[in-house]
Protein backbone atom coordinates (compact mmCIF):
# COMPACT_ATOMS: atom_id res chain seq x y z
CA UNK A 1 0.00 0.00 0.00
CA UNK A 2 1.34 2.87 -0.91
CA UNK A 3 2.04 6.16 2.01
CA UNK A 4 3.57 9.20 3.17
CA UNK A 5 5.65 9.91 6.23
CA UNK A 6 6.52 13.53 6.95
CA UNK A 7 9.41 13.92 9.39
CA UNK A 8 8.86 16.68 12.08
CA UNK A 9 4.95 17.27 13.30
CA UNK A 10 6.34 21.35 14.08
CA UNK A 11 8.72 23.14 12.44
CA UNK A 12 9.39 26.78 13.60
CA UNK A 13 11.37 29.34 10.96
CA UNK A 14 12.64 32.53 11.36
CA UNK A 15 10.95 35.45 8.71
CA UNK A 16 13.03 35.59 5.95
CA UNK A 17 15.03 32.35 6.43
CA UNK A 18 14.47 29.01 4.62
CA UNK A 19 11.53 26.44 4.56
CA UNK A 20 12.42 23.53 4.95
CA UNK A 21 9.46 20.37 5.13
CA UNK A 22 9.82 16.60 4.20
CA UNK A 23 8.16 14.15 2.89
CA UNK A 24 8.80 10.59 2.11
CA UNK A 25 7.00 8.24 -0.22
CA UNK A 26 6.39 4.68 -0.12
CA UNK A 27 4.93 3.52 -3.75
CA UNK A 28 5.54 0.56 -5.97
CA UNK A 29 4.27 1.89 -8.71
CA UNK A 30 5.87 5.93 -10.39
CA UNK A 31 3.63 8.22 -7.80
CA UNK A 32 1.97 11.24 -8.36
CA UNK A 33 2.85 13.46 -5.19
CA UNK A 34 1.08 16.45 -4.22
CA UNK A 35 1.45 19.26 -1.12
CA UNK A 36 -1.62 20.86 0.21
CA UNK A 37 -1.51 23.65 2.86
CA UNK A 38 -4.51 24.13 5.23
CA UNK A 39 -5.04 27.41 6.88
CA UNK A 40 -6.86 27.87 10.35
CA UNK A 41 -10.46 26.78 9.79
CA UNK A 42 -10.31 26.42 6.23
CA UNK A 43 -10.06 23.69 3.59
CA UNK A 44 -7.46 22.23 2.12
CA UNK A 45 -5.43 24.43 -1.03
CA UNK A 46 -3.08 22.90 -3.96
CA UNK A 47 0.35 24.43 -3.39
CA UNK A 48 1.85 21.93 -6.21
CA UNK A 49 1.67 18.64 -7.72
CA UNK A 50 4.50 16.03 -9.38
CA UNK A 51 3.15 14.41 -12.41
CA UNK A 52 6.06 12.80 -14.02
CA UNK A 53 6.77 15.98 -16.12
CA UNK A 54 9.49 17.67 -14.23
CA UNK A 55 11.49 16.77 -11.37
CA UNK A 56 11.58 20.35 -9.87
CA UNK A 57 7.50 21.34 -9.03
CA UNK A 58 7.09 24.77 -8.70
CA UNK A 59 4.04 25.76 -7.06
CA UNK A 60 2.26 28.83 -5.41
CA UNK A 61 3.44 30.95 -3.23
CA UNK A 62 7.02 30.55 -3.78
CA UNK A 63 6.93 27.28 -2.66
CA UNK A 64 9.07 24.35 -4.80
CA UNK A 65 9.67 20.68 -4.39
CA UNK A 66 11.82 18.20 -5.65
CA UNK A 67 10.86 14.71 -6.44
CA UNK A 68 13.71 12.30 -5.95
CA UNK A 69 13.10 8.68 -7.02
CA UNK A 70 16.60 7.05 -5.31
CA UNK A 71 15.58 8.68 -2.20
CA UNK A 72 11.94 8.66 -2.70
CA UNK A 73 11.52 12.49 -1.56
CA UNK A 74 9.64 14.90 -1.90
CA UNK A 75 10.20 17.50 -0.10
CA UNK A 76 8.73 21.05 0.01
CA UNK A 77 10.78 24.62 0.12
CA UNK A 78 11.08 28.17 0.20
CA UNK A 79 13.96 30.44 -0.06
CA UNK A 80 12.40 32.97 2.01
CA UNK A 81 9.43 32.54 5.20
CA UNK A 82 6.93 34.99 5.18
CA UNK A 83 4.28 35.49 8.46
CA UNK A 84 1.48 34.30 5.88
CA UNK A 85 3.05 31.29 5.32
CA UNK A 86 1.75 29.79 9.04
CA UNK A 87 -0.34 27.06 8.48
CA UNK A 88 -0.52 23.12 8.46
CA UNK A 89 0.86 21.28 5.68
CA UNK A 90 0.03 18.02 3.98
CA UNK A 91 2.07 16.11 1.32
CA UNK A 92 -0.32 13.00 0.18
CA UNK A 93 0.34 10.98 -2.55
CA UNK A 94 -2.12 8.84 -5.45
CA UNK A 95 -1.80 5.55 -6.91
CA UNK A 96 -2.64 4.78 -10.35
CA UNK A 97 -4.83 2.54 -9.68
CA UNK A 98 -7.36 4.36 -7.57
CA UNK A 99 -7.72 8.33 -6.95
CA UNK A 100 -7.82 8.31 -3.82
CA UNK A 101 -5.28 10.74 -1.76
CA UNK A 102 -3.42 8.75 1.10
CA UNK A 103 -2.51 11.96 3.57
CA UNK A 104 0.67 12.39 5.59
CA UNK A 105 0.27 13.39 8.76
CA UNK A 106 0.84 16.87 8.82
CA UNK A 107 2.98 20.08 9.49
CA UNK A 108 2.76 22.74 11.08
CA UNK A 109 4.93 25.77 10.30
CA UNK A 110 5.07 28.59 12.63
CA UNK A 111 7.00 31.66 11.23
CA UNK A 112 8.49 33.91 13.81
CA UNK A 113 9.14 37.45 13.49
CA UNK B 1 -15.92 30.29 -9.80
CA UNK B 2 -17.76 29.23 -6.49
CA UNK B 3 -15.67 26.98 -4.22
CA UNK B 4 -17.30 23.92 -2.54
CA UNK B 5 -19.35 24.35 0.08
CA UNK B 6 -19.92 22.95 2.86
CA UNK B 7 -22.52 23.67 5.86
CA UNK B 8 -22.93 23.55 8.87
CA UNK B 9 -19.78 24.63 9.46
CA UNK B 10 -19.73 23.72 13.12
CA UNK B 11 -21.69 21.03 15.07
CA UNK B 12 -21.72 19.88 18.95
CA UNK B 13 -24.15 16.78 19.48
CA UNK B 14 -24.07 14.18 22.32
CA UNK B 15 -23.11 10.44 21.63
CA UNK B 16 -25.57 8.30 20.16
CA UNK B 17 -27.14 11.29 18.50
CA UNK B 18 -27.57 11.31 14.57
CA UNK B 19 -26.12 14.34 12.26
CA UNK B 20 -25.78 14.91 9.03
CA UNK B 21 -23.64 17.08 6.93
CA UNK B 22 -24.11 18.90 3.25
CA UNK B 23 -21.65 19.47 0.43
CA UNK B 24 -22.03 20.93 -2.89
CA UNK B 25 -19.18 20.45 -5.05
CA UNK B 26 -18.04 22.84 -7.80
CA UNK B 27 -20.70 22.99 -10.66
CA UNK B 28 -19.69 20.63 -13.68
CA UNK B 29 -17.54 18.27 -10.98
CA UNK B 30 -18.25 14.65 -11.42
CA UNK B 31 -16.67 13.41 -8.61
CA UNK B 32 -17.10 13.84 -4.76
CA UNK B 33 -15.09 13.10 -2.00
CA UNK B 34 -15.91 12.57 1.80
CA UNK B 35 -12.49 12.84 3.79
CA UNK B 36 -12.13 12.51 8.03
CA UNK B 37 -9.74 14.62 9.96
CA UNK B 38 -8.59 13.47 13.11
CA UNK B 39 -6.92 16.15 14.97
CA UNK B 40 -3.11 15.93 14.58
CA UNK B 41 -4.26 13.88 11.54
CA UNK B 42 -4.13 13.78 7.77
CA UNK B 43 -7.37 13.39 5.88
CA UNK B 44 -8.56 9.91 5.34
CA UNK B 45 -11.48 8.61 2.55
CA UNK B 46 -14.35 7.83 3.45
CA UNK B 47 -16.39 7.31 0.30
CA UNK B 48 -16.00 8.57 -3.36
CA UNK B 49 -18.50 8.77 -5.70
CA UNK B 50 -18.28 9.14 -9.68
CA UNK B 51 -21.86 11.03 -10.60
CA UNK B 52 -24.12 9.16 -8.32
CA UNK B 53 -22.53 5.99 -8.01
CA UNK B 54 -20.56 4.76 -5.15
CA UNK B 55 -16.76 4.33 -6.24
CA UNK B 56 -14.85 3.42 -3.16
CA UNK B 57 -16.25 3.16 0.26
CA UNK B 58 -14.13 0.64 1.57
CA UNK B 59 -13.31 3.17 4.99
CA UNK B 60 -16.24 3.99 4.96
CA UNK B 61 -18.03 2.30 8.98
CA UNK B 62 -20.91 1.49 7.48
CA UNK B 63 -23.06 0.44 10.02
CA UNK B 64 -22.99 4.12 11.11
CA UNK B 65 -21.98 6.18 8.79
CA UNK B 66 -24.42 6.35 4.98
CA UNK B 67 -23.51 8.95 2.47
CA UNK B 68 -25.50 9.67 -0.72
CA UNK B 69 -25.49 11.79 -3.97
CA UNK B 70 -28.89 11.20 -5.61
CA UNK B 71 -28.97 13.88 -8.17
CA UNK B 72 -25.12 13.45 -8.78
CA UNK B 73 -24.72 17.04 -7.05
CA UNK B 74 -24.82 17.56 -4.14
CA UNK B 75 -24.01 15.03 -1.53
CA UNK B 76 -25.19 14.13 2.47
CA UNK B 77 -22.83 12.75 5.00
CA UNK B 78 -25.22 11.12 7.87
CA UNK B 79 -23.47 9.72 11.08
CA UNK B 80 -26.44 7.65 13.11
CA UNK B 81 -25.57 6.95 16.11
CA UNK B 82 -22.50 9.59 16.72
CA UNK B 83 -19.52 7.91 18.85
CA UNK B 84 -17.47 9.81 20.58
CA UNK B 85 -14.51 9.06 18.50
CA UNK B 86 -16.38 10.63 15.43
CA UNK B 87 -15.10 13.91 17.07
CA UNK B 88 -13.36 15.07 13.65
CA UNK B 89 -13.49 17.46 10.52
CA UNK B 90 -15.24 16.15 7.70
CA UNK B 91 -14.01 17.45 4.31
CA UNK B 92 -15.96 17.37 0.94
CA UNK B 93 -13.52 17.37 -2.14
CA UNK B 94 -14.40 18.00 -5.77
CA UNK B 95 -12.91 17.46 -8.62
CA UNK B 96 -14.32 17.28 -12.81
CA UNK B 97 -12.64 13.93 -13.08
CA UNK B 98 -11.25 10.53 -11.15
CA UNK B 99 -8.04 11.20 -12.99
CA UNK B 100 -4.73 10.68 -10.91
CA UNK B 101 -3.26 13.71 -11.89
CA UNK B 102 -6.35 15.87 -11.36
CA UNK B 103 -6.13 18.13 -8.60
CA UNK B 104 -8.99 17.70 -5.65
CA UNK B 105 -10.97 21.02 -4.42
CA UNK B 106 -11.45 20.90 -0.72
CA UNK B 107 -14.54 22.43 0.79
CA UNK B 108 -13.62 24.39 4.15
CA UNK B 109 -15.27 21.60 6.32
CA UNK B 110 -17.66 20.56 9.24
CA UNK B 111 -16.06 20.55 12.27
CA UNK B 112 -17.84 18.31 14.88
CA UNK B 113 -18.06 17.64 18.67
CA UNK B 114 -19.61 14.51 19.84
CA UNK B 115 -19.66 14.76 23.88
Known amino acids: AQSVTQLGSHVSVSEGALVLLRCNYSSSVPPYLFWYVQYPNQGLQLLLKYTSAATLVKGINGFEAEFKKSETSFHLTKPSAHMRDAAEYFCAVKDQAGTALIFGKGTTLSVSS | EAGVAQSPRYKIIEKRQSVAFWCNPI?????LYWYQQILGQGPKLLIQFQNNGVVDDSQLPKDRFSAERLKGVDSTLKIQPAKLEDSAVYLC?????????????FGPGTRLLVL
Open chain 2, 93 to 105: ASSSYPGTQETQY
Open chain 2, 27 to 31: SGHAT
